[in-house]
C-alpha cells in the first residue's frame, strides 16, 4: 500500500544530533499514521514516536521525550525524526513505520508497513 524508504542514521558522539528521514510513496500517505521504532542487538523492537495523520498529535516514548521531535510534510510524503542530545543508550537500527489499524500508537501490532531500517551508533 505505502513503500517507505528510511536513511540518515550514522555514527555520532554522545551529545550530538542526527535527522533521520523517511520517504514514502503513494497517493495515500496522508491516510497513515506514522511512528518510528527502534531496535537494539537483542533486544526487542520498541516505540520511539509516532505522528497523526494530520502532524497535528504527536506522541513520544518517555525516554526520548524533550529530545526527539517527529514531524511530517504530506505534500512530500516524508517523515522526519529529529534527534538531539544523543545518548549510547539510543543506539539501535531505526525503523519508520505505517499505521490504518485504530490500535494504540505504541503498539507494533498495528503498524502494517516498514521501512528497511537505517542504524544509528551513539558512542560516549
Known amino acids: 500500500q505505502v513503500q517507505l524508504v528510511d536513511s540518515g542514521g550514522g555514527l555520532v558522539q554522545a551529545g550530538d544530533s542526527l535527522r533521520l528521514s523517511c520517504a514514502a510513496s503513494?497517493?495515500?500517505?496522508?491516510?497513515?499514521?506514522m511512528g518510528w521504532f527502534r531496535q537494539a542487538p537483542g533486544k526487542e523492537r520498541e516505540f520511539v514516536a509516532a505522528i497523526s495523520r494530520s502532524g497535528g498529535s504527536t506522541y513520544y516514548a518517555d525516554s526520548v521525550k524533550g529530545r526527539f521531535t517527529i514531524s511530517r510534510d504530506n505534500a512530500k510524503n516524508t517523515v522526519i525524526l529529529q534527534m538531539n542530545t544523543l545518548k549510547p543508550e539510543d543506539t539501535a537500527v531505526y525503523y519508520c513505520?505505517?499505521?490504518?489499524?485504530?490500535?494504540?500508537?505504541?503498539?507494533?501490532?498495528?503498524?502494517?508497513?516498514w521501512g528497511q531500517g537505517t542504524q544509528v551508533t551513539v558512542s560516549s
Open positions: 513505520a505505517a499505521k490504518r489499524a485504530s490500535t494504540s500508537v505504541v503498539s507494533i501490532t498495528g503498524y502494517d508497513d
Open positions: 503513494g497517493r495515500t500517505f496522508s491516510m497513515y499514521t
